[in-house]
């Protein structure tokens, strides 16, 4: 029995030891890691709502000296009762409980850094946005026109092939815009990315095809023209040895631009009326930011191709006749590659580009009744 007891005092002064041992390695290495970490400052911010009273923020400012210290909260911390009541009808629709100095109801495309001062991000804002729907086989193409814009253009890409981090083969890319969905046109992304609040920074945006050869286009020329002659909707002038194009929309050799043209007898009811005059073709149009801000509103969500917009575009300015033109010294030539086209799915026997075609025309048919009626409907309304 005495072997016993020994040998159980034994055990209990051995499990005491090694409690010691560990309790004094535990507070050593806490030690080592304590002074390893900078400081953090642990701040409780109150968030008034109707089911949690306050909860625990932990709040990192680092310093430079890569330390963290704690940011001033005091101004968050007003009770209800301290936050004035507020309805300002003439804010934004959703905004009208906020001060107007806080609202903010317009964006651009400006790249911004990570880090600095924000007031110091920005070393140059550009004036204008260009944005071609592009495939990445027409890579060239679209290389050798971005290079006809200078850093005053905001360069904004529309994917249609889902093909987007190899353009970075381009130096330009690299600082571009890039929208990726897949099987989609220019004006479905318009509808959806390039709302007027969105593009408000811009004075003209251009909103063009992939197939456009650029050899006798200057971006800065074609835009001072288009100041000097007080067009408001506009599009170069197109070769008129390529492609099926409108009598319009065709350069001229003898002018810089041109408002008004002839055509076959019994088009044009009326010489100041498309497609004669106030008319430009929707593959590269230019629009100025006001013109931009009525245009976007006219076009359907689901009417994706755009086609019969180009008539209509003259209930965007007035008088329309004059401010709409073709620049003819800084000309474009259509290269019809109907590359978009085959994006769209073979069925009943067509081939896809036939389907895509025929939604087209549809389409033509469909926006002429939407706005006959739109028509029809407001003037019975005020009567």
């Given amino acids: 029995m005495g072997t016993i007891h020994r040998s159980g005092v034994l055990k209990k002064s051995n499990d005491s030891a090694r409690l010691i041992i560990a309790t004094v390695m535990g507070v050593v290495f806490g030690f080592f890691v304590g002074v390893s970490f900078p400081s953090i400052s642990v701040s409780k911010l109150n968030l008034h709502s109707g ?23 005091s101004k968050n911390n007003a009770s209800d009762s301290d936050i004035p009541k507020i309805y300002v009808p003439t804010n934004p629709r959703g905004a009208e409980s906020l001060p107007p100095g806080i609202v903010v109801p317009e964006t651009d495309f400006y790249l911004r850094r990570l880090w600095g001062d924000p007031n110091e991000d920005l070393k140059t804002k550009p004036k204008y946005l260009v944005t071609f729907t592009v495939g990445f086989d027409q890579r060239n193409n679209i290389d050798t026109a971005v290079k006809k814009f200078s850093e005053d253009f905001t360069i904004l890409l529309f994917h249609y092939d889902g093909r987007t981090s190899e353009w970075d ?10 929208v990726s969905v897949r099987k989609q046109t220019k004006w479905w992304y318009a509808k959806r990315f390039l709302h007027p609040d969105v593009v408000a920074a811009y004075d003209y945006i251009f909103i063009w095809d992939e197939d456009l050869g650029v050899e006798h286009f200057n971006a800065e020329k ?6 000097k002659h007080g067009l ?7 070769e008129p040895n390529n492609g099926l194009t409108w009598q319009m929309t065709k350069r001229r050799g003898d002018s810089e631009v041109h ?33 931009w801000r009525c245009v976007w509103h006219m076009i359907q969500n689901d009417l994706v191709h755009g086609w019969g917009l ?16 073709v620049v003819d010294s800084q000309w474009i030539v259509h290269q019809v590659i109907p590359s978009l086209g085959n994006q769209g799915e073979p069925q009943k026997g067509k081939a896809a580009w036939e389907g895509v075609r025929e939604r087209c025309r549809s389409e033509w048919a469909e926006f002429q009744n939407r706005l006959a ?11």
Avoid at 375 to 383: F, G, I, N, V
Wanted: with cysteine; glycine share 4%; proline share 8%.
């Fill in 310 to 325: 180009d008539f209509a575009l003259r209930r965007c300015v007035e008088p329309a006749h004059e401010k709409i033109g």
């Fill in 169 to 178: 083969q381009f130096e330009w890319s690299k600082r571009a815009i890039h």
């Fill in 259 to 291: 408002k008004e043209t002839t055509e076959k007898p019994g088009w044009c009811s009326d010489p100041h009326l498309p497609p004669c005059a106030a008319f430009v073709e929707i593959m590269a149009p230019v629009f100025s930011r006001k013109a």
């Fill in 232 to 238: 408001e909707i506009s599009q170069p002038g197109l």
């Fill in 51 to 73: 089911f949690l009273s306050s909860i625990d923020v932990a709040v990192l400012d680092e310093n430079r000296s890569g330390r963290f210290s704690r940011p001033d909260l």
């Fill in 222 to 227: 074609f835009l001072e023209l288009v100041k």
């Fill in 373 to 383: 009626n739109a028509d029809k409907a407001y003037l019975s309304q005020m009567s």
